[in-house]
């Protein structure tokens, strides 16, 4: 797994052009790796190659993986894909924080899990069918709820551009995100894959979730 080294090191290079383009320091981005379909041995590889933040889309498959991981100390785990209603029990023992947060209802399930968690809310800025999130219009009123829960600590928000081939077209919908958590005083900007992450950085990601460029390709879900 040798590859995972010499890719973390090519992005690191990539991420610090993107730094200096934006007069932002490396302290400022958490990379989160993101192993969603692959095997244990993959997140510990990452591990041992410095990586400590890990980012799944699905509570059964990370719920296979979590007891393998045990031993990688200092490791934090973020939920970035879905999180239905029925798998939070599941899922709150499970993540550090959850990024999927769309919905008041959402939020009152994970509050009443009595962890503490972290959380950001996910924003849909594109039309794209199958993309999740709040909508920009109900933002306020969700930030409003998710802030009179105690037990959940609000982050800041998440959002996934649509796929361009051309990076520079996601610009718009990052610095729209950008706009909307300053509007809200959330420090947190979840934004950025390995196809627009420079550019997420640019607009001021601090999260920037990758995985085929660290990775290589997924294979289908099983
Ligand atoms: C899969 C996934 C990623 C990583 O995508 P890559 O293009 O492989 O870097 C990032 N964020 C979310 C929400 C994802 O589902």
Do not use: W
Request: one cysteine or more; glycine letters at 6%.
């Amino acid at each position: 797994m040798d590859h995972i080294r010499e890719n973390l090191l090519a992005v690191e290079e990539r991420l610090d052009g993107a730094l200096a383009r934006a007069g932002r320091r490396r302290e400022e981005v958490t990379l989160i790796a993101v192993t969603k379909t692959f095997a244990a041995d993959v997140t510990i590889a990452a591990y041992n190659a410095g990586l400590r933040v890990f980012g799944e889309n699905y509570v059964q498959e990370f719920e296979q993986k979590a007891p393998l991981l045990a031993q990688l100390e200092g490791a934090q785990y973020h939920l970035i894909g879905h999180l239905q209603s029925n798998k939070v029990n599941k899922a709150t023992p499970l993540f550090h924080c959850i990024q999927t947060v769309d919905s008041a209802k959402l939020a009152q399930r994970l509050q009443q899990s009595g962890r503490a968690l972290e959380v950001m809310v996910e924003v849909k800025l594109s039309e794209e069918g199958s993309k999740q999130g709040c909508a920009p219009e109900d933002l306020a009123a969700l930030v409003d709820s998710i802030r009179a829960m105690p037990g959940l600590s609000l982050q800041g928000l998440m959002t996934m551009a649509p796929f361009f081939d051309d990076p520079e077209q996601s610009r718009p919908y990052f610095a729209r995100l950008r706009a909307m958590a300053s509007a809200h005083h959330l420090p947190a900007l979840s934004m950025g894959m390995s196809n627009d992450f420079e550019v997420a950085v640019e607009e001021g990601a601090t999260h920037i979730r990758l995985g085929t460029v660290l990775f290589g390709k997924r294979s289908p879900r099983p």
